[in-house]
């Protein structure tokens, strides 16, 4: 699929209503890779190199380890014999599927355990670790000819580690998963509230100063600098509303209550399944509700101030 005239997305989709795409960006010099997708993607991420007429893929980017955003790397490495960039800390989860597995499913095993179905769900969508050959950091510019230049940006939340692009010459915002699915049957969770909302804020900035002819996501259809917008405040209300319902099921409760409780109650009220990320993410925003003064935590029960 042709975005513009330097910029292509392969697109799958992961369940009747999200969809899951990845991009090349073409250069006349060389091209590169964002994002691999899921394993199954191999082939049209090929078939979209091909649409693109691009001769030199030297570099594929991974804009963070989750299984759905690294799934062809082992097979997109052995093809074009290309490199894989990651934001700096995520080399382990890209390289390791057993560390992966491990630290992305039983973030609390003692309340979800190991389940062998999970495993290959999670697995299954990866073709095997690949080494990381370059380790990625904010503002690095990668020059694909004379005016085809792409600058990274550091968008921690979703995952401590994820970085996003700005194409400069076509005046394309290129993200992974700092635009999130904030509707659903799942949350998709994120590592820290905190830290995303100033990834939302800083997003809001640089849309403000270059007001994104196009906006390019891995879970949403191509928008422009007002779509982006209107994403960015998706995200904001859902960060509110997880924090506005713990406060509500703690205030509420007779007696302080540990995670377990507190995450199944998040999502009963919030409409969604009971899942690991959800898990990990209700953890990050009780920890920093602590941190914050505005939730006491002893002997692993919480409770509002």
């Known amino acids: 699929m042709k975005i513009n005239e330097k910029i292509f997305a392969a697109k799958t989709m992961l369940s009747d209503t999200i969809p899951l795409h990845t991009f090349i960006v073409k250069g006349k010099d060389f091209s590169v890779l964002i994002d691999s997708g899921i394993a199954s993607m191999f082939s049209d991420i090929v078939d979209v190199v091909e649409e693109s007429i691009s001769s030199d893929v030297r570099f594929l980017f991974n804009t963070h380890p989750h299984a759905d955003h690294i799934g062809s790397n082992k097979q997109l490495k052995e093809k074009y014999n290309l490199l894989i960039a990651a934001p700096v800390g995520s080399e382990q989860w890209i390289e390791d599927m057993e560390y992966h597995y491990e630290q992305f499913c039983l973030p609390f095993p003692e309340i979800l355990p190991h389940s062998d179905e999970t ?58 998963d700092a635009i999130t699915v904030y509707e659903g049957d799942l949350f998709p969770g994120h590592f820290s509230p905190k830290m995303y909302r100033a990834s939302v804020k800083k997003l809001a900035e640089l ?81 920093e509700a602590v941190q914050d003064g505005k939730i006491l935590q002893a002997d692993g029960l919480y409770t509002v101030c």
């Open 119 to 176: 495993k290959r769900d999670i697995i299954g969508l990866m073709d095997g670790g690949s080494k990381v050959d370059l380790s990625v950091t904010e503002g690095m510019t990668i020059k694909l000819d004379g005016e085809t230049q792409l600058t990274t940006i550091s968008l921690p939340g979703h995952m401590i580690y994820e970085i996003g692009f700005i194409e400069h010459s076509t005046n394309t915002l290129i993200l992974g």
């Open 207 to 287: 849309n403000r100063k270059h007001q994104f002819k196009q906006v390019l996501t891995a879970h949403f259809d191509p928008t422009d600098s007002e779509g982006l917008y209107k994403h960015l405040l998706g995200i904001h209300h859902m960060i509110d509303q997880i924090d506005w319902t713990i406060h509500q099921i703690l205030t509420e409760a007779s007696k302080p209550l540990a995670l377990e409780p507190i995450w199944r109650a998040v999502c009963d009220r919030m409409g969604r399944i009971y899942e690991f990320r959800g898990l990990a993410m209700v953890h990050g925003h009780l920890t």
